[in-house]
């Protein structure tokens, strides 16, 4: 037994309750007194609802999009051990390490019409900037380490004797990656999915530069909270804002359970 | 095939990655190498970087000797709800920048009675310094912990309870044995908090209330000098915020890359 468990135990919790649950607690202090029906409404205004369904679509589809180069390039990376491999790996980190507004000044000015690749998609008559394909290409920037940084160690120690195995039986390649490699992959997959997606969903700095943030239309989440408090609406803001914390309190749960699960298959391996 | 799809992969990280930040450089540069450095003599860009680098040394202070405490807490002692605890801390991972602005705003904001409280003793939080720092914390709070959580749980409390056993005190096990084992998670967690530090912003523009020289990071003051289409200036502190902060994070995974050859058998 160690002693000094009372003392240590109290400073921490003060420390957590000081820094983040008493801050998060004025959110919902500050929504006291405004009647249920009322809440709902602001928190589920058509403006609100159009943000949900947007912020939702854009992190899904970044994700995915994620998941599928991800896991092919965390692939690619532990089967080449030489420079450029090395090189490549070092590169998985920089959309993890620019700062949001960097990258939402840059993407939106090399994607927009004046841009090195706006240009010559503007050839093809494709916008990207202030749309929503836009706002899905800074969240899958933002997103892409996550997925690749989960996927990788696993893939490092994907069992060969499987596909060996498979592959003596007669398998196809094919066969073999749908059958054998990606059912091994599908937790490390889904967990990175899920940090992509929480990261993804609440993201501002690489957004707000290249979505046009147009109400209805290219106006995400975060944006209506600040949107509101520009107005001093603070209700409203905290309002939205509730729905984001629940809606990201859940996906810490679900992460912290796959996650758990992702130890549990390397411990069993 | 591999040589394939090692090219293939090559071209969409060049694509996705290099690309954008060449395009960083060139913009800075775009009209020479005066211009750029010109940025650097204004002083709403020195106050920003100084305020940048003060904020950022408070946020490693704070999260790095919270992120020790909580690491010998939660891995030395048993006790009902760590489970919870462990979500609690974990929780600024997902929570939106904005979001977490917005709960020190309305927390410490002159509208509430605890900011009112501050405001009459002479404590400004909400669109001052002290805001920043405070919602700084609150999206870096996680990372030095996650770090010295995983090392010391990994590493068990047996020395500790040997050197309890000789006599020594708790105080001096922590200072002796627990600090010097947690070094490299500490190092490790203290390189991704600074980084995420000097690159934070949207919690930052909610709480700093913007007023230039006294409240503008470096990201904010990026914001300001794109939207007055000043793309050089903007350019060149966001090519100088991003080297550092790639260069922090190289050195993150080079250390753990090393420490990973070095303690693997």
Redesign the interface.
């Known amino acids: 037994m160690?002693?000094?468990?009372g003392i240590?135990?109290a400073?921490?919790?003060l420390?957590?309750a000081i820094?983040?649950?008493?801050?998060?607690s004025?959110?919902v202090?500050?929504m006291a007194g405004i009647t249920p029906d009322r809440l709902l409404a602001i928190a589920f205004s058509p403006r609100a609802l159009a943000a949900y369904r947007l912020s939702l679509g854009t992190a899904l589809a970044a994700s995915v999009f994620d998941v599928v180069?991800g896991v092919?390039?965390a692939a690619?990376?532990v089967?080449?051990r030489s420079l450029?491999?090395r090189l490549?790996n070092?590169?998985?980190?920089?959309?993890?390490?620019?700062?949001?507004?960097?990258?939402g000044?840059?993407?939106v000015?090399?994607y927009g019409p004046h841009?090195?690749?706006g240009s010559l998609l503007a050839r093809t008559g494709i916008t990207v900037v202030y749309t929503p394909v836009g706002i899905a290409l800074a969240l899958a920037?933002v997103g892409?380490p996550f997925v690749v940084r989960t996927v990788q160690p696993i893939i490092a120690t994907l069992p060969h004797e499987f596909g060996e195995a498979a592959s003596s039986l007669g398998a196809t390649r094919a066969s073999i990656l749908w059958r054998v490699t990606l059912p091994l992959l599908a937790p490390a997959m889904l967990t990175g999915f899920a940090l992509a997606f929480?990261?993804t969903?609440?993201?501002?700095?690489s957004v707000i530069?290249i979505a046009g943030n147009v109400p209805f239309k290219t106006e995400i989440?975060?944006?209506v909270?600040?949107t509101r408090?520009e107005e001093y609406d603070?209700v409203g803001?905290?309002a939205v804002?509730t729905v984001?914390?629940v809606a990201?309190?859940l996906?810490?749960?679900a992460?912290?359970a796959l996650q758990r699960r992702l130890i549990r298959v390397r411990v069993a391996e | 095939m591999r040589r394939a799809s090692l090219i293939a992969a090559i071209l969409v990280l060049g694509v996705l990655v290099i690309v954008p930040l060449a395009s960083i450089v060139y913009e800075s540069l775009r009209l020479g190498l005066g211009p750029a450095l010109a940025t650097f003599a204004d002083p709403y860009a020195r106050a920003a970087i100084v305020l940048t680098l003060l904020v950022a040394l408070a946020t490693i202070t704070a999260n790095g000797a919270f992120g020790v405490l909580a690491g010998w807490t939660l891995t030395r002692y048993r006790f009902p709800g760590k489970a919870v605890l462990l979500t609690l801390i974990d929780l600024p991972l997902t929570v939106s920048p904005v979001v977490a602005g917005l709960a020190i705003l309305l927390c410490f904001g002159n509208r509430s009675p605890l900011g009112a409280w501050l405001e009459a003793h002479g404590i400004q939080v909400a669109f001052a310094p002290l805001g920043i720092v405070l919602a700084t914390i609150f999206v870096t709070f996680p990372y030095v912990a996650r770090e010295t959580i995983a090392l010391l749980n990994e590493s068990g409390r047996e020395l500790e309870e040997a050197a309890l056993g000789l006599g020594a005190g708790v105080w001096q096990t922590f200072l002796r044995v627990t600090l010097p084992n947690a070094r490299g998670a500490l190092l490790n967690g203290l390189l991704l908090c600074n980084a995420r530090a000097l690159g934070e912003f949207g919690a930052v523009s909610v709480i700093s209330g913007r007023v230039r020289g006294l409240t503008d990071t470096v990201p904010l003051h990026i914001e300001d000098l794109y939207n007055e289409d000043n793309l050089v200036g903007a350019f060149t502190l966001a090519a100088l915020l991003a080297t550092v902060a790639i260069a922090l994070t190289l050195t993150r995974s080079a250390l753990e890359h090393r420490e990973r050859t070095t303690h693997s058998p």
């Open positions: 160690i002693p000094g468990r240590a135990l400073i921490t919790m420390a957590i820094l983040v649950i008493v801050p998060l004025a959110i202090i500050t180069v092919w390039l690619v990376i089967g080449e450029a491999g490549l070092a590169c998985v980190d920089v959309p993890f390490a620019v700062p949001t507004a960097v990258t000044i840059t993407l000015t090399l841009g090195w690749i920037f892409l929480a990261r969903l609440g993201e501002y700095g530069f989440v975060p944006l909270i600040v408090l603070y803001a905290a804002a984001s914390l990201s309190f996906l810490l749960l992460i912290n």
